[in-house]
């Protein structure tokens, strides 16, 4: 096993870049911030992006915690990579992630002034100064369940292959990233009251045609997000399985555009089926 190692002090745009120095030299898995990558998912650990303190996350960047580095070490096992790459803002640092995830010291420790230009750099400083914004390489989809409650935004990116891989000649390469604004970066916590969550799963479900109310909801908070639990009152006639689908899937999204809440089930129950009056004076 090779271990590459990407090195830049912080905010210059080491994460955004990580796919692409993936691509161009074969790395197998990236470890960044805590997390396991491979390709376009995310495998393993704990971003320190979602840590309360910058103390907090630089310690699990370091993989300070037994369990933490444990799991990450066992899956580099299991997949068995030819390369892994390490995310670190000195040397001293992707040597420290790898003794404590049981892998060989670096072979090659690339600058990120190699890989990106005076005018890039300075831009992504800005970004992080300015607006407090932090790469994550790998899709919205992958990083929402891990950053629920936390506003995340997608980043597609175009970067030129130094050499395009044949049979194609494509020259650049698309990778999709995600953009987020890490806990200790806020000047303040914002919080959702339930009385909120429960109008908004409200008012949404009773905008689907064949709902008539809303009746008990309850929300159960998960490290990954929530799951909603509702009861419904319905017409009698339509077809419930659509009806009840086109709720869920109202719910869901209105709740995390909403909210920024990732939503792992909506769970419906229709408590009561509701006559028209038409239909009882026939």
């Known amino acids: 096993m090779e271990v590459l190692a990407l090195v830049g002090p912080s905010g210059t745009g080491k994460s955004h870049r990580a796919l692409w120095i993936a691509h161009e030299y074969g790395v197998d898995l990236i470890v960044d911030d805590g997390l396991l990558i491979h390709g376009s998912r995310i495998l393993a650990g704990i971003s320190s992006k979602r ?5 907090g996350a630089i310690r699990t960047a370091l993989f300070s915690k037994e369990e933490h580095a444990a799991e990450v070490s066992a899956k580099i096992k299991e997949m068995n990579p030819s390369k892994v790459l390490v995310l670190g803002t000195s040397r001293e640092m992707v040597d420290k992630i790898a003794q404590r995830l049981n892998l060989p010291k670096p072979s090659q420790y690339i600058s990120i002034e190699d890989v990106a ?3 890039e750099i300075a831009r992504a400083r800005l970004i992080r100064n300015k607006l407090g914004k932090h790469v994550v390489p790998a ?4 990083v929402k369940p891990r950053f629920s409650g936390t506003l995340i935004e997608p980043l597609q990116t175009f970067f030129r292959r130094r050499q395009p891989e044949p049979p194609s000649p494509e020259k650049k390469l698309w990778i999709e990233q995600t953009v987020v604004r890490p806990t200790f970066n806020y000047l303040g916590r914002f919080y959702i009251a339930n009385h909120v969550l429960h109008s908004i799963i409200s008012y949404t479900a009773e905008q689907v045609p064949g709902i008539t109310r809303t009746g008990r909801v309850q929300i ?6 929530i799951i909603i639990n509702a009861d419904l009152h319905a017409l009698y006639g339509p077809p419930l399985p659509p009806v009840m689908r086109r709720a869920q899937w109202e719910i869901k999204n209105n709740v995390e555009f909403i909210t920024a809440l990732h939503v792992q089930k909506v769970n419906l129950t229709v408590r009561t089926l509701e006559v028209r009056e038409e239909d009882t004076s026939s």
């Open 51 to 55: 840590q309360p303190t910058k103390i």
């Open 117 to 119: 230009s005076p005018k």
């Open 139 to 142: 899709p919205t989809v992958e």
């Open 220 to 225: 159960e908070n998960q490290p990954e997000g």
